[in-house]
Structures are given as structure tokens and as C-alpha cells.
Nanobody, 124 residues
Framework: QVQLVESGGGLVQAGDSLRLSCAASGRAFSNYVMGWFRQAPGKEREFVAAVTGNGDNTQYGDSVKGRFTLSRDNAKNTVFLQMNSLKPEDTAVYYC?????????????????WGQGTPVTVSS
């Protein structure tokens, strides 16, 4: 079992930055692919980014590529999502997720554990 707790969301203006954190409890954190998804009102949950257990492969959704950076600290059981140049369309609830598959699959169904989400609102 893995429990995930997100933090760092908030209200910002377009062009600002935010850093989301996801703290994981449980063993063998480095065995999990860690990812971020987001869901805006009335929309499907969207893949944002994911990183493999040892950090050798990181992938991003097309809408955030070049603006967001995902990193993980296996010693601290934590992943970080640095979000720069935020846009109003980035407004959503952001969810941290952990998956037991070895490779990254950009679908919510590849992830087994989810946090409660942290809201991000970007005003224009």
C-alpha cells in the first residue's frame, strides 16, 4: 500500500510559477512509477507527467512540455512538479499517482494509488 499526499496548489496569475509536492508513505518508493494527472471541471483526467522509479525516463503531456518539470527524491519519498509560465488553461485539480508497472503508460489505468488532489487556479 502507498499513501500519497499532495501539497503546493493555490491561486496564481498567468505567467507565475508553482511547485507541487507529493509525499509518499509505504515501502519501496523507488519501485513505483510516479505521475501527475489533472482534471478540470467537466473534463477527463489528463496525463501531465510521469517518471520511472530510478528517474531514468520522464515523460510529459504535450500541453505542459517545456513548462513543467517533474523530479523525484527517492531518499525522501517525494516527487515534485515545478510548473512555470502557468496559463489559465492549467487550472485544474492536480493528482499525484503511483504505479507498479515498470514503464510509463500515459493512462490513469496504469496507476494504482492516488492522492486526494490539490487545486491549482490560474487567473488571467
Amino acid at each position: 500500500q502507498v499513501q500519497l499526499v499532495e501539497s503546493g496548489g493555490g491561486l496564481v496569475q498567468a505567467g507565475d510559477s508553482l511547485r507541487l509536492s507529493c509525499a509518499a508513505s509505504g515501502r519501496a518508493f523507488s519501485n513505483y512509477v510516479m505521475g501527475w494527472f489533472r482534471q478540470a471541471p467537466g473534463k477527463e483526467r489528463e496525463f501531465v507527467a510521469a517518471v520511472t522509479g530510478n528517474g531514468d525516463n520522464t515523460q510529459y503531456g504535450d500541453s505542459v512540455k517545456g513548462r513543467f518539470t517533474l523530479s523525484r527524491d527517492n531518499a525522501k519519498n517525494t516527487v515534485f512538479l515545478q510548473m512555470n509560465s502557468l496559463k489559465p488553461e492549467d487550472t485544474a485539480v492536480y493528482y499525484c499517482a503511483a504505479g507498479q508497472e515498470i514503464q510509463i503508460r500515459r493512462t490513469r489505468w496504469a496507476f494504482d494509488y492516488w492522492g486526494q488532489g490539490t487545486p491549482v487556479t490560474v487567473s488571467s
